[in-house]
Structures are given as structure tokens and as C-alpha cells.
């Protein structure tokens, strides 16, 4: 730290991203990425949008507002882009949180939540998940404060019915609960025929995952003209330019490409299942993941050895060393191929 850094900040402990290494060719399952490249649509969207960069990007995204209201059946003003989902959910702390409106989230869930949490100055409280690691409810039911809840949740793969998230909305009608859909293209319900009825209600998504465009980051919120508009506010505070013109395009052919989209959220279903048997069979115990990966401990090996172990021999899954989770991986599902590696491998070292 340099004797200039703020006060603000001093005691920050910044989020950890997942490795993504350049020096060895990993099969890497650590990121919850997608292992299918962009949709050709999308490539050709970015390649053509690289022959003007010089100039700054449309900061009100307007064709890609158009065809994503399309396809998501909302009015253009009814959603914002943002720099992948983490800028929309920072914007979320900015917007709806402060010493009035503490935040709630589960204590097992996305870690960002807690870094925007103490970026931003907003206390928070953390509810325990239960002991198979499901949300309690209640615990966000008329509780006056601003809700994060990943629908399904990171790292476990549960997701909450919809009854439950609404029940979660209309209890708390002045307090905004954002909804943090980045994996419910691959399972569970999504929250967005909402927006309409509850306009405490903020809906986000990203195209980093079913989309396959980690690198472009690209992600979107949902909610009524209100709460849109204070999402503006921020984002034309801090940047306006936070899409770049490539990722817009990107975004465009991503959208044009449901049949793209649609048979490669259908193959990561398949996988998962296909991969959760495997496991199964290996002596794996497993929550019930609705996302694309999967949280999985063997009774018979420490997380961390077998982490290790599969680093080794050149797999890459994700660890987190806390109590609670220290003896599960969070393994994202990949290709086939991919999976073969990794259950063979497992195979193999137990
Ligand atoms: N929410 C959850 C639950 C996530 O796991 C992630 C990915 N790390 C994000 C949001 C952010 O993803 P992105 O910024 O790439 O859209």
C-alpha cells in the first residue's frame, strides 16, 4: 500500500478470481466458463466493430437494447448493459445500498457480494445457509434490508422455485431485491416475468456463461423504468463507455444466434448429468446443482488434495479453503471430452 492510498479503502481485501493460467494448457474447469467458442455471429459482430474503434462506443447501446428487448420480451427502458454482471451488481451496492438500506446475503455464496459490500461502505449481514446448503427463506422475508440472492447459487448450484422468489419480493415492497441470474440458463426459473408486477425488483444476467463471452464482458438488469433509470445515473457517473463497440457487436450476434445459444445450454445439461453419474459412481457426494458447474466432495479425500492432485496432472477445478467448504471442489461442466478427462483422472487417483 502506498502512504496515498485512502483510508477508505485501507482495510479492503480485494476479490479473488479464479487462476487463469497462460503458461500450461490446463483442462480448465476453475471459471465457469463456457468451453464452446462465440457464436460465428458474434465473432463476425466484434471483428467487423474492430474497423472502428476509433471512436467511442454507443453509450446507449441502443441496437443491442433493441434486440435484447426482443428477445426478453421487455421494453428497451426496462434494462441496462453493463461491463459483465460484477459492474451491474457494483452499481446495484451504489444504487440501492447505504447505512439505511444495510444489504443481506447468504454466507456461502457469490464472494463478490461482500467485496462490493465493504467497497461501497454498506453494512451487511450474512445469513448461514442451511445445513445441505439450501437459502432459508424466511431469513429474507420482511427483512428492510437490500437482498443479493444468485438464483441458482454460487458455489453450490441450488436454485431457488420461483414461488420462493417472489414470496422473498413481495414481502419486502421497500426494499430492492436483486436477483443474480448468471447461471439460469442452465437450469431453475428465472425471475424476470417479474419485473412487471414488483418494482422492487432487479434482475441480473451475463452473458459470460450460456453466451460464451467471458472475455467480452457483457452483462444486463432488469427491473421497472425506475430502477433502470438509477442504474443510468450511476453507470453515466463512472462511465458511460463501459461497453466497448466490439462487445456490443458481440452482444448483437450472440442474440441473433438463439439456436447457438439454445444447443449449448442443452449439451452443458447433458454433460452435467452425465458427469454427476460418473461421480456418483466414483463415491462423489453432490448438491443438486442447477448451474454449469458442479459442488462435489468425496468422503475419502481432503478438497485440497484432491485439488491439487488434479492440478497436477494438468485439471483445473476451483477450491475454496473456508470451513464450510474446504472439503468440496466446484468443478465447472464442460465439453464431453473434457469430462472424460476429468472422471478418468479421478478414476485414476482414487
Ligand atoms: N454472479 C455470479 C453468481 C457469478 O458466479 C459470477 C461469475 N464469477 C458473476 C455474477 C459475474 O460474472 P460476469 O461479471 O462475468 O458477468
Known sequence: MSRFFSTKYASLTPYTPGEQPRERKFVKLNTNESPFPPSPLAIAGAAKAAEALHLYSDPTCTPLTARAAEVFGVKPEQLVFTNGSDDALNFA???????????????????FYKV????????????????????RVEDYLNCGRTVFLANPNAPTGIALPLSDIEKIAASNP????????????????????????YDNLLVIQTFSKSRSLAGGRLGMAFGCEALIRDLNTIRYSTNPYNINSMTMAAGVGALEDGAYFRKNCQVIRENRAWTAGE??????????????FLF???PGIPGKELYLALKERGILVRHFDTPRLTDYLRITVGSREQMEILTQ??????
Open 279 to 292: 461421480l456418483n459412481r466414483l463415491g462423489f457426494a453432490m448438491t443438486d446443482s442447477s448451474a454449469n
Open 174 to 197: 421497500d426494499s430492492v431485491v436483486i436477483i443474480d441470474e448468471a447461471y439460469i440458463d442452465f437450469g431453475g426459473e428465472s425471475a424476470l416475468p417479474l419485473i412487471d408486477k
Open 93 to 111: 451496492f451504489m444504487a440501492f445500498c447505504d447505512a439505511d438500506h444495510p444489504a443481506v446475503f447468504p454466507d456461502i455464496t457469490y464472494g
Open 296 to 298: 462435489a466432495r468425496h
Open 116 to 135: 462490493f459490500a465493504r467497497l461501497n461502505g454498506v453494512p451487511y449481514e450474512e445469513k448461514p445457509l442451511m445445513e445441505d446448503f439450501s437459502v
Open 345 to 350: 483422472t479421478l478414476e485414476e487417483l482414487l
